[in-house]
């Protein structure tokens, strides 16, 4: 069977076949410290009210809002952290700090910016209807649900955790990856390439967008472009890996013996081809536990097909839902491309307007395009141009 009788399938439903495929991961418990990018696998709800008491969003002055048009005495100062220890009556006020507690009797703080201060005494010298106060528990109540499972924790997530009164979470087990270049000419980034030989990309590549995926990469080398050798690459006793990433040799070459190779060793193969463009010849399967993806053996296939499956495909290991980040744009350009029955992906940049800028781009072994663009813009199966000024659809990949 040569390459054009292998039925492509379109892109939404290759998606859906990987994922589909995924099996949660084991849980683990981590310190806080160390739960960035990992998967929450439990509810988890606020200890507190948050904030705990009403306390001032500002420095400035805690009073009684009917005093406002009087001059008003300091009868203490409210440091955060400390308990005020007056009541404010008729003609008084507390000079408070941002995040101080409002003292009783208290209704309203003044900015600092909008009193004067004279012996002791405060007088506001410009109205604000605010009350710059922040009301005990306007954000969260106590048992409140604050993250749901499947969250990836991001900073702020773990603020939001810290501030909750956990020191450790519930998350998901990093996956395993192993990944390995096929290709007979290939060498390490350490060695100057003689003759036909090129230096390996894709692995380095694949390692930083694996830790990026919130997943542990394991290198397995560079086999050659023979059954056995791939076949050895798959048969190791390294304990642990979850899902094998193998450039090269997914196509219908002479040298292309990944798909064969993986059939015979038991692998599932749900995927051979996907119709977009780069990416066509992308295998993916599965078995007992284990999964593959046989990239493409040109950097920028291969970087498309890591960020449109792979990393999508990891956090549904680790029970989370990930979705590139995507912003809309005027494009500067036109794009004009072959009417073709995939989907197409073209780099582009936004600039200091925050138009989206094709870069030129000479195929998918130009991985330098992408170290220059910002994302990408995909034009659908079908479709041979988008005209300049079209608002198009940036998938960000920085």
């Not at 960035?36 to 009210?49: E, K, M, P, T, W």
């Not at 970087?303 to 495909?313: A, C, G, I, K, T």
Request: aromatic share 6%.
């Amino acid at each position: 069977m040569n390459d054009e009788n292998v039925p492509m399938v379109p892109f939404e439903e290759a998606l859906e076949r990987v994922l589909g495929s995924a099996r949660p991961l084991e849980e683990e418990t981590v310190a806080l410290e160390r739960a960035l990018g990992r998967v929450l696998r439990r509810d988890a709800v606020s200890d507190v009210d948050m904030p705990p008491f009403d306390k001032s969003a500002m420095d400035g002055y805690a009073c009684r809002s009917a005093d406002l048009g009087m001059p008003l005495e300091v009868v203490e100062t409210i440091a955060a952290g400390r308990i005020p220890e007056k009541r404010i009556g008729e003609g008084e006020c507390s000079k408070i700090m941002t995040g101080g507690v409002v003292p009783p009797g208290a209704d309203r703080v003044v900015m600092v910016e909008d009193t004067k201060l004279e012996n002791g005494i405060m007088t506001v010298t410009a109205r604000d209807e605010r009350d710059n106060i922040c009301r005990k528990g306007e954000d969260l109540k106590a048992g409140d649900l604050i993250l749901c499972a499947g969250t990836i924790l991001t900073p702020a997530e773990i603020a939001v955790l810290a501030g909750a009164g956990y020191a450790s979470v519930v998350v998901s087990r990093r996956p395993v990856l192993g990944i390995a270049a096929t290709g007979n000419e290939l060498v390490e980034p350490s060695e100057t390439p003689k003759g036909a030989e090129i230096r390996d990309s894709n692995s380095l590549q694949l390692y930083s967008q694996s830790v990026r995926a919130g997943s542990d990469p394991v290198l397995l080398g560079i086999p050659q472009d023979t059954p056995d050798a791939i076949g050895a690459v798959l048969d190791r006793e390294d304990p642990g890996i979850d899902v094998f990433l193998l450039t090269g040799g997914v196509s219908m070459g002479e040298y292309d013996h990944v798909p064969a190779v993986l059939e015979d060793r038991g692998f599932e193969l749900l995927l051979r081809s996907v119709a977009m463009k780069p990416g066509k010849p992308t295998v993916f399967g599965s078995r007992d536990g284990q999964w593959v993806f046989g990239l493409p053996g040109n950097p920028v296939s291969t970087f498309l097909v890591f960020e449109l499956f792979v990393r999508p495909f990891c956090y549904k290991l680790m029970g989370g839902r990930y979705s590139p980040p995507r912003v809309h744009a005027e494009l500067s350009a036109a794009i004009r491309t072959r009417r073709s029955k995939r989907r197409t992906h073209v780099p582009v940049y936004l600039d200091a307007e925050g138009r989206a800028v094709p870069i030129d781009y000479h195929g998918s072994a130009h991985i330098h395009a992408y170290a220059m663009a910002g994302g990408f813009v995909s034009i659908p199966a079908g479709k041979g141009e988008i005209a300049a000024g079209e608002i198009v659809q940036v998938t960000l990949t920085r």
